[in-house]
């Protein structure tokens, strides 16, 4: 405190507004140093024309809302080491969402690395990427599984998916008015403009700039609701119907078929940690997933007795963190370790 | 509306903006009145209502008192508002609490009573005391009427402290619609810093500690010792920082407005015992309880017995104040027995007697004084006695296994607020005050508003106090 007194004595000669601009500006570089060696990383997302963002290659990925990492992306933007074939050649590629993404843990004790250590010389490709779910991992395949010869795809698929099905807004799988299934994918335009630049070019290069708009975000979209929902009413929750659910995985599946290669389904559940005895948090969903499964023959991963296992035997969660809610949002080292045994057992004996 | 929303900052400019535009005093209570009224309504516009009867009835109430000489005249007109600001509470508030206390009896002859779809109108408790208190001192004759009707409605609606106080007295406030309230920049600037502490205690602090007391205080089975421990302490934490906080957003807003409201908070988690604790927590109530319950049912003229009675009336009736519900009688009996405990340990233990204990009186004192109100904070948290059972058997269940969860977030908040409660007692109960230059203050206001934009969890919180 003595050393911010003498400072504030030092530069009390100065003009108030060059003392309070110096005072603020001091304070911004110290937090974005701060930000920047120990929390938050600079924005690493660029644009893509088909599906709105991608993150850059070889970018180091600093993140500490919920768990923690310090990673360096791949040749491919992704969270992943870079491809190299195992001596057997057996290569699994998985494209999922936030939950094989695994920003939230270390590298090492991602549930695909697990599998890797556990499984005998099987490699897997993650490609996973937040937000995305099944018309995604489809058009994304379309494109892409060809370029990394896999012998097996897994896709995981987790409760949230149903809800982006019926509310996703981006990338659809919707049914036309001759009930025939198509693919919407929305080609996003990039936004040009000076404030758009500029936005870009702050978040590539300050922490704190990209910490800080991310929240403002938030707040905004949080604020929107709340007023909406004050003014115009709390809209009715968007039901999902669990028979049409199974209609568009099994459609979506015939898809996925197409691409010649054997698919795998890896589903990962929310758990009530907080119910006695735990449980999973959407019944509805994962019915739907074993109802879909058993209806349409597909392989299934249901990895909601690992998960319920795991819990009963440590007593401890598999999913949260000590900076976010323990027992909800994502899997922690713990739930990943489960998965990631349950899957390595699971690959062996489909790729023998 | 809540200090801490969008539109609280939206109306505040527009009332501050009004005022700026005028130089009349009248003009200015005007937009006050009009303010305080949409502030109230704009929850529900309907209860605007509740508060105008009560408004006008304790006005005319205590103006017949003021007017009256006849003594039999004045005690049936007190009498009178006490029964009406009294039913109001008793319909509004505790109606259900107490149909369905009476369930177990009235259940013997076949009787249910129903349960009444009231909703509770936010501020009620508040207000009512508020104008309770003008019409008692009116007729004890501290306190002369409000000058005109319009005052008298701004003092029980002023928006700053209308739902969630502090509960603001007549003597308090009515004199100082003696004078004139222009906006001042010192005021405006004091102002502002007040309620930018408060501000912080309610959005970083309080709001951080409650994302992990509710879930814990939600389901204390499942977690461990450790973790109950921990939101036990969170909870003392999280609801002191929100009233606090809530009470410093009033009384910044009153400032910047002209108006002086009174201190609600003194750090009470640095008390000695329990008595110095309701000498330092929720000031307005516990002073409110103090001259207008335990004083007027003896207080300590009537002998010891008498005391511990009226202490511990008193008590129940102010854990009955803040909810309907049995655990919140628990805890103001508690805080009764608590109380008569201390009074009689005073009594029959000299302080020379002390002097042995001197190197480890205070620590001992503190620490004693510290777990009891974090025990009775159990029953002022849990949702019902089966909870607040539960929440004790983890606490003192020497191997309860569970989820272990230390939220990073709360160790911080706790560590803070534990250095600041140190700081104060070791400049012997003085604030913390930084001497810096102006500049210097607007760029640590400027970081404070950057730290609620990177770290405050975001979700629209109410105070905790709103539903009392």
């Known amino acids: ?352 | 509306m809540i200090f801490s929303s969008t539109e609280f900052f939206l109306f505040f400019a527009c009332i501050i903006g009004a005022l700026a535009l005028t130089s009349r005093e009248s003009v200015r209570r005007n937009v006050l009145l009009v303010g305080s009224y949409v502030f109230y309504g704009w929850w529900d516009w309907r209860f605007c209502f509740l508060i105008l009867f009560s408004t006008v009835l304790d006005y005319i109430v205590a103006g017949n008192i003021h007017a009256s000489s006849s003594p039999r005249k004045r005690k049936l007109l007190l009498l009178c508002s006490m029964v009406a600001n009294l039913g109001l509470l008793a319909v509004f508030k505790y109606a259900n609490f107490i149909l369905g206390s009476l369930e177990p009896l009235s259940g013997v002859i076949g009787f249910h009573p129903p349960h009444l779809s009231i909703v509770l109108p936010i501020g009620i408790s508040f207000y009512t005391f508020q104008t309770m208190s003008y019409t008692i001192d009116v007729y004890r004759g501290s306190l002369r009427p409000a000058r005109s009707f319009r005052d008298f409605a701004l003092f029980v609606a002023f928006f700053p402290q209308l739902v969630a106080g502090p509960i603001v007295r007549g003597s308090d406030f009515i004199p100082q619609l003696e004078r004139e309230h222009p906006l001042v920049p010192e005021n405006i600037r004091k102002g502002l810093a007040q309620f930018t502490v408060g501000f912080v205690k309610k959005i970083l602090f309080a709001d951080t500690l409650a994302v992990f007391v509710d879930p814990v205080f939600a389901t204390p089975e499942v977690y461990s010792s450790m973790t109950c421990w921990l939101a036990l302490v969170a909870y003392a934490g999280q609801i002191y920082y929100d009233f606090s906080g809530y009470s410093e957003m009033a009384i910044g807003a009153g400032r910047i407005l002209g108006y002086e409201l009174p201190t609600n908070f003194r750090h009470p988690y640095n008390s000695l015992s329990i008595t110095e604790f309701w000498r330092r927590w929720h000031i307005s109530l516990s002073g409110w309880l103090r001259d207008y319950l335990y004083v007027p049912l003896g207080g300590n003229r009537k002998g010891p017995v008498r005391t511990y009675a009226n202490l511990l009336t008193t008590m129940l009736l102010g854990g009955a104040w803040h909810g309907a519900a049995w655990n919140f009688v628990a805890w103001g009996a508690m805080h009764g027995v608590g109380l008569a405990v201390h009074k009689f340990w005073t009594a029959k233990l000299r302080p020379d007697s002390l002097s042995r204990f001197d190197l480890w009186s205070r620590p001992l004192s503190w620490a004693l004084t510290f777990l009891f109100t974090l025990f009775t904070w159990v029953f002022f948290r849990a949702a019902n006695f089966s909870v607040a059972w539960a929440y004790f058997g983890r606490l003192f269940h020497p191997n309860a296994a569970g989820i272990q969860w230390y939220y990073v977030q709360v160790l911080t908040v706790l560590t803070i607020g534990a250095g600041i409660h140190i700081a104060v007692a070791a400049r012997g109960d003085r604030d913390l005050r930084l001497d810096f230059s102006e500049p210097m203050h607007v760029a640590l206001a400027m970081g404070m508003i950057l730290m609620i934009l990177l770290y405050a969890p975001f979700g629209s919180n109410p105070f905790i106090y709103f539903q009392f």
């Open chain 1, 1 to 352: 405190m003595k050393v911010v007194g003498a400072a504030d004595e030092a530069l009390g000669k100065l003009p108030p507004i060059v003392q309070c601009s110096v005072w603020v500006m001091s304070g911004l570089l110290c937090l974005e140093l701060l930000l920047r060696v120990a929390l938050v990383s600079p924005s690493a997302q660029v644009f893509d024309p088909t599906y709105g963002s991608r993150t850059l290659p070889h970018a180091r990925i600093i993140q500490s809302d919920e768990g923690y990492t310090r990673a360096i992306t791949n040749s491919d933007g992704y969270l992943d080491d870079e491809a190299t074939p195992t001596a057997s050649g057996r290569r699994v590629l998985l494209v999922g969402d936030s939950y094989s993404e695994a920003k939230q843990v270390a590298p090492s004790a991602a549930f695909h690395r697990i599998a890797e250590q556990y499984g005998a010389d099987i490699e897997i490709i993650n490609t996973a990427r937040g937000g995305w779910y099944q018309p995604h991992y489809l058009h994304w395949l379309g494109e892409n599984a060809s370029k990394y010869h896999p012998d097996l795809i897994l896709i995981q698929v987790n409760d949230g998916d149903l809800l982006q099905f019926s509310t996703g807004e981006n990338f659809r799988w919707t049914r036309d008015e001759h009930s025939a299934w198509a693919m919407r994918v929305p080609h996003p335009i990039q936004p040009t403009g000076s404030s758009y630049r500029l936005r870009q070019w702050m978040m590539h290069h300050s922490s704190l700039f990209t910490f800080a708009y991310r929240r403002a975000k938030i707040l905004l979209t949080q604020e929107e609701q709340r007023l909406k929902h004050k003014f115009v009413g709390v809209p009715e929750p968007s039901s999902s119907d669990s028979s049409d659910a199974v209609e568009w995985m099994r459609s979506l599946h015939a898809e996925f078929l197409r691409l010649g290669v054997p698919i795998v389904y890896l589903y990962i559940p929310q758990i009530s940690y907080d119910k006695t005895p735990a449980e999973p948090k959407y019944p509805d969903s994962w019915r739907m997933y074993q109802e879909f499964a058993s209806d349409t023959e597909v392989d299934l991963l249901d990895a909601t007795e690992v998960l319920l296992n795991s819990f009963a035997e440590s007593g401890q969660p598999g999913h949260g963190f000590h900076n976010s809610v323990m027992g909800g949002g994502h899997m922690n080292a713990r739930g990943h370790l489960a998965v990631g045994r349950f899957l390595a057992t699971a690959l062996r004996e489909r790729l023998p």
